[in-house]
């Protein structure tokens, strides 16, 4: 049944009780004679005068009054039959709430209820009053006090059922919540009534005073409830704040929703919020069965409630008129976020202490509402960051950080299972990418990454590692041997071609598998041995191999390896030998590349092939680093100090560019030496230079304002980046030499020598050709105006003290290379623009 027809039901029954209580009470009355008159006109005054509103506390849309029942009760019990009280009860109390226009179903009831309350009090003091109505035996006076305690106590408690009814409570909670305030009111009716039979009794004069005193006693009830509700009112906004502390939009709006309901004793509450962020404008409603749901509205705003009278707090005007809705807006730092709405199913009247709570209770929820949004914006730039250092850009894989850690935890959570790792390298990659350009390949890529994923399933991790590499983690696998069919299914689907723009692109891969625990006894040992086996999968490519022990080869060597380095290291067992370098003028030697070497005890002289690729993998690269720099520049100090002032360059491995340090080191070295920046060159790969960190580009932006030199090493093999190169002012450009060495034989070698070339000038640096084998590709260098040249035609890299004797320290003559003419392939076309020979 509807809420409405519940009250209805309630009123009806209540109604129905007193109509026949006024019967049964006129029919009594047939055969007595009727009171004085004064004495009736006396009660008839009173009746209405008590009905006179004392207190108001409002629930919801519905607001109750306590009146001056008690006292008229006393007084009219004392002075005429109490059947006459009920009788005129009744219709009395109805009209004076009719006249006041409450509405007709409260009137009804206030006069039912006043009516029933009545007779249950009469009904008292005929069964145990010796006088009734004229108190001439102190019992009597008992009775009528025990009689009037039960008129208010039903009437606080038909009351107290219409309040709940009205607000779907129980009764009970309704009448604890509200029993002290009846408890004092009926103490103090009683008390004043009694006072004033006891002045009719001894002194009617004293009357006089009858009214200070029900003034006093007026303004005692209306202080005393204007304290409680002022301090529960408090208390309750207290409690809301303190849960309003939350995080979640959806929870910051269930108790804010809530909270209110109980706070300003509405129907209904609605909470608006403006769009922010990723969110459009949204709508949360506490409907009247304690429900809170919330409506998306795009772009769409609420407009008022169509209600007979709708407001702002803080712009209503007359704070005494009804209404239906309040909105209190939700203000933010730069400006209105949202609205708080309190809703009624009829008029009501908010207290100016009601609307100044509601306003101080908007701006707290405002508050949570802006903290909670800075929360959401900060949370969600964090899992982007976590995103992004955790997943591959282009492809949406994991990227080797995240791939290295799950593999970890994969090993360390391990229960008789085993954790199988496939490295995957692309074949003919490079050539799709160098003939069809970076978009061919950036969509070659993230097509490979598709069917990877595809094919390993959501429960497998799908790795890239970078370039053309990526990696599959398989775990709780029963047996290493479960790992097979997944490698053979992953080169199946790489095996189909790929249609880009019209063309057809086939491409296979090379796939390396190792499983822990058989294989390796740790993630970092299992990533080295898929990487060997990758390797050796390669020979044979679009295969796949099972790491195998018996076929590393190396594995036993470079344990070795690593502990003998470390001593070369601490022992001066490296040493460098210098390449030179001459400019293309003159052939005058102008710079050398300090190359590593290393000083074997049984060995002998070993070449940086053999070792380097130790140190990156052992964490030998910071002390190799610090001790090729201390060498090539304490040769390159001694050189200058001699009179022969020389650049020397040395090779940076990637690594290094990841250590913050590395400024500093370089600086002091310097500095220990007495060498100026300026002759000191540092090469960097073109992959290391393009890698896009930023603490790359920290640590060269160091180096470059040092003054050292920086040039890009294998220039035209990678990927580069204009940008990169304009941000970073490098200094020279070395074409590689697998371009070199074939630019008089392809005219797309001789290209992209010559792109360059032309590049190297245009940014203001230098191009510096490797691998110069012959007299004939220095000529054809020259033509194309590279500025210098470095390979086994000039010289191969040899003891300090031999490039000492080619630049002519000592008793030796310093050494110039002759330049020949060039001579080129029939049909090929070099614009000889600085083509001259040099005659020495």
């Known amino acids: 049944m509807p809420l409405s027809g519940r009250l209805h039901v309630v009123v009806g029954t209540v109604l129905a009780g007193a109509v026949a209580v006024m019967v049964i009470e006129a029919l009594a009355l047939r055969d007595t004679p009727v009171p004085d008159a004064w004495r009736l006109l006396l009660i008839a ?61 409260k009137s009804l009831f206030n006069g039912a209820a006043f009516t029933a ?32 305690t039960m008129f208010s106590a039903t009437s606080a408690i038909l009351t107290s059922v219409v309040v709940a009814v009205a607000q779907q409570r129980s009764p009970r909670a309704v009448l604890a919540e509200n029993g002290r305030m009846l408890l004092a009111i009926w103490a103090g009716n009683v008390l004043a009534a009694t006072a004033m039979l006891l002045v009719v009794e001894t002194n009617p004069v004293l009357l006089v005073g009858v009214p200070p005193v029900m003034a006093g006693v007026y303004a005692a009830y209306r202080g005393l409830l204007s304290t409680r ?29 809530n909270r209110a309901a109980q706070l300003f004793k509405t129907d209904r509450v609605e909470l608006f919020l403006f769009a922010s962020g990723q969110r459009t404008n949204r709508l949360y409603s506490r409907e009247a ?7 998306t509205m795009g772009d769409a705003v609420p407009g008022g409630p169509g209600r007979t009278v709708f407001v702002e707090v803080g712009r209503e005007g007359d704070a005494t008129s009804e209404i239906t809705c309040i909105e209190a807006p939700l203000e933010g730092p730069k400006g209105r976020v949202g609205s708080l709405r309190l809703l009624f199913d009829g008029p009501v009247k908010l207290n100016a202490r009601e609307r100044h709570v509601l306003r101080t209770y908007a701006h707290a929820v405002s508050t949570t509402v802006l903290n909670a949004g800075l ?118 689907v790489l095996a189909e071609p790929v249609e880009f723009e019209g063309l057809r692109l086939s491409v296979e891969g090379s796939l390396g598998v190792a499983c822990h625990p058989h294989d390796a ?74 190359l590593a070497r290393w000083q074997h005890p049984t060995r002998g002289l070993l070449p940086p092939s053999e070792f380097v690729g130790v140190t990156e993998q052992s964490g030998l690269v910071r002390p190799f680093t610090l001790r090729m720099l201390d060498l090539a520049i304490a040769q390159c100090a001694r050189w200058q100090a001699i009179g022969r002032p020389v650049t020397v360059a040395v090779n940076l491995a990637a690594r290094s560019l990841l250590d913050r340090q590395l400024p500093q080191d370089v600086a002091y070295i310097l500095q220990r030496h007495g060498l100026p920046a300026s002759c000191l060159v540092l090469e960097i790969t073109e992959t290391t230079a393009t890698s896009e960190l930023e603490v790359v580009e920290e640590i060269l932006g160091a180096l ?3 003054g050292v030199g920086l040039s890009v090493d294998d220039f035209g093999t990678g990927y580069s980046s204009l940008a990169f190169l304009q941000r970073t002012a490098v200094n020279e450009l070395k074409v590689d030499r697998s371009f070199v060495s074939g630019m008089l034989q392809s005219d797309n070698d001789l290209a992209l020598v010559r792109a360059t070339v032309q ?67 029939a049909g090929q076309h070099i614009p000889v623009t600085r083509l001259r020979a040099v005659e020495r």
């Open 45 to 105: 005054c009173l009746l209405p005068l008590s009905e006179r509103a004392l207190l108001h506390v409002r629930f919801g849309a519905h607001q109750y009054s306590f009146t001056w029942g008690e006292a008229c009760i006393v007084i009219g019990f004392a002075t005429i039959p109490p059947s006459w009280v009920v009788l005129i009860a009744g219709p009395t109390v109805t009209a004076v709430h009719l006249t006041a226009r409450r509405g007709w179903l």
């Open 117 to 148: 309350s009545a007779a249950v009090a009469a009904a008292g003091v005929q069964a145990y009053a010796v006088q009734p109505y004229l108190l001439t035996d102190p019992r009597d006076a008992v009775v009528l006090f025990l009689s009037v």
């Open 229 to 257: 509700q002022e301090r529960d009112m408090w208390q309750q906004f207290e409690a809301a704040t303190r849960e309003l502390n939350q995080l979640e939009e959806t929870d910051i709006a269930r108790v804010a929703l």
């Open 289 to 295: 069965d304690e429900r809170v749901v919330c409506e």
């Open 375 to 492: 929360y959401d914006d900060v949370r969600a730039e964090a899992i982007r960051h976590a995103y992004e250092a955790s997943h591959d850009p282009l492809t949406g894989l994991a990227n080797r950080v995240l791939l290295q850690d799950e593999a970890r935890k994969a090993i360390a959570g391990t229960d008789g299972t085993s954790t199988a790792l496939l490295l995957l390298d692309l074949d003919h990659f490079k050539e799709i990418n160098d003939t069809l350009g970076h978009a061919a390949g950036d969509f070659l890529l993230q097509r490979v990454a598709d069917r990877l994923r595809s094919a390993a399933g959501p429960s497998r991790l799908v790795s890239r590692l970078g370039g053309d590499e990526f990696a599959i983690l398989l775990t709780g696998l029963a047996a290493p041997e479960e790992a097979e069919p997944v490698a053979e299914s992953l080169l199946r």
């Open 521 to 594: 006894g740790d993630a970092e040992e299992l990533f080295r041995r898929a990487d060997v086996a990758m390797y050796q999968a390669k020979t044979d490519r679009g295969s796949w191999v099972r790491y195998d022990i018996v076929r590393d080869d190396s594995s036993v060597y470079r344990l070795a390896l690593v502990a003998e380095l470390r001593s070369a290291l601490e022992t001066d067992q490296i040493i460098a030998h210098f390449q030179p370098q001459a400019s293309l003028d003159d052939g005058t030697i102008i710079g050398a590349e300090a």
């Open 704 to 706: 470059r304002r040092l």
């Open 759 to 825: 590049l190297a000038h245009s940014l203001g640096a230098r191009a510096v050709a490797e691998g110069v084998e012959d007299g004939e590709l220095a000529a054809a260098l020259l033509a194309l105006g590279c500025d210098m040249a470095q390979g086994y035609w000039l010289s191969p890299p040899v003891a300090p003290e031999e490039l000492e004797k080619m630049l002519g320290l000592g008793s030796e003559r310093e050494h110039r290379f002759d330049i020949p003419l060039p001579r080129f392939a």
